[in-house]
């Protein structure tokens, strides 16, 4: 019996290091059974079936649950809302299969052509936005690379987050079209609230005036019967600002010399001045909002004002819109009957108003100073570097 064991150990070590799949030694190991008793052969057969049976960890069986499952539907019926100056909802409909899989979306967004595409504010930015999936509507919120009155496009993407860091992407959806909106009321606040800062002291003022030249002096006589018609705002100041291309006025100013009282001998709009007293323009019946904050790469501020009739189409439009003033308690333009009528000293205040101005409310004069050209803000664009008169990100 000892001759047997030792050759069934001697075949046991052989088969322990040859391969076991192969139909030849199985065929082998056959044979040599057939040599031995009984006894023996079966204990040979028993060591063979534990050499020959690889253990379930040592079997790599391919993972059909991935391979599977179905690839992720590209978004579609994708709807845009609640557009603000830097913000907007956006969701798309999602299959019942995909909505526990996805994991991640991707907002592709840019700017429309002909505004500097794919560039946001003053820096190359990622277009692609990368958010966690969340329940839809999702709200995409940013003043880094969202402007107001600006026009984009927009697609979306769905994904699938994998173990070792890369992404399971669906394709594309279509390219959607849409354009923020104006600065609310919230933002113009924000502006006001740094104007404020820099307002200085205050100084009186007795007349509102507003310089133009000749040829227009001559054309409100001839057309419009003596009287200055309120025009449309130009897109002066800031880009988000809901009463540039809006809202309809007569601007004047009332900034004066600080040693004098008086206005400025200099103007870069005209040298022909008209002068109204203040009280004619802003008193009980007006009321007054604060419209606007920016400069033109330079030292110096505006600060844009509205004065409107109580009532008027001017007025409801800016109510909604804007801050409105206590007229006896602000840093920028003020009336009071001991105090008379006063202005920030180190701001340049531009103040429209809403409805028509005669010319026979005031004087009209040739003035001894400059048009000085360069100060003017006919639609002029606010420095976005500045960061005395910007919120955040060159607003």
């Known amino acids: 019996m000892f001759l047997p064991l030792c050759v069934a150990l001697s075949l046991y070590l052989s088969l322990f290091n040859s391969d076991l799949s192969s139909p030849c030694l199985s065929h082998l190991s056959l044979s040599m059974l057939c040599c031995f008793p009984p006894t023996h052969a079966f204990f040979l057969s028993r060591s063979l079936f534990f050499l020959a049976s690889p253990s379930r960890s040592s079997v790599r069986h391919p993972d059909i649950s991935k391979e599977m499952e179905p690839p992720l539907s590209a978004p579609h019926g994708i709807e845009i809302s609640d557009i603000t100056c830097d913000s907007f909802r956006v969701s798309w409909d999602i299959p019942p299969y995909d909505i526990h899989r996805i994991t991640h979306y991707f907002i592709d967004l840019n700017k429309k052509g002909g505004q500097k595409e794919n560039k946001f504010k003053h820096r190359d930015v990622p277009t692609k936005l990368v958010a966690k999936a969340v329940a839809l509507p999702m709200m995409v919120r940013g003043h880094w690379f969202l402007s107001p009155r600006t026009e984009y496009t927009l697609a979306?993407?769905?994904a699938i987050k994998r173990s070792d860091g890369e992404y399971t992407v669906s394709g594309w959806s279509e390219t959607l079209s849409f354009c923020t909106g104006d600065y609310a009321m919230e933002q113009v606040r924000q502006l006001q609230v740094k104007a404020e800062d820099i307002a200085g002291r205050m100084l009186p003022l007795q007349v509102f005036y507003r310089n133009q030249t000749s040829e227009y002096f001559q054309y409100v006589r001839d057309k419009w019967g003596c009287v200055m018609l309120p025009s449309l705002k130009d897109q002066s100041g800031s880009h988000g600002s809901p009463i540039s291309g809006t809202?309809?006025?007569?601007?004047?100013?009332?900034?004066?010399?600080?040693?004098?009282?008086?206005?400025?001998?200099d103007s870069p709009y005209g040298r022909w001045r008209l002068t109204v007293p203040a009280g004619h323009l802003f008193h009980e019946g007006t009321n007054l909002y604060f419209a606007d904050f920016y400069c033109m790469y330079s030292a110096y501020h505006y600060v844009v004002l509205v004065l409107s009739p109580q009532g008027s189409q001017g007025d409801v439009f800016c109510s909604k819109r804007l801050p409105l003033l206590?007229?006896?308690?602000?840093?920028?333009?003020?009336?009071?009957?001991?105090?008379?009528?006063?202005h920030a000293q180190d701001l340049i205040l531009e103040v429209l108003y809403t409805d028509p101005v005669p010319l026979g409310l005031g004087q009209l004069a040739e003035i001894s100073g400059h048009q000085l050209m360069s100060l003017s803000t006919a639609n002029a664009k606010k420095d976005p570097s500045c960061k005395v008169c910007n919120m955040s990100g060159g607003r």
């Open 156 to 158: 979306v993407q769905t």
């Open 326 to 342: 206590d007229p006896q308690d602000n840093p920028f333009l003020t009336r009071g009957e001991k105090a008379g009528y006063r």
């Open 247 to 265: 809202l309809h006025g007569v601007f004047f100013s009332c900034n004066t010399e600080f040693n004098t009282g008086l206005p400025p001998n």
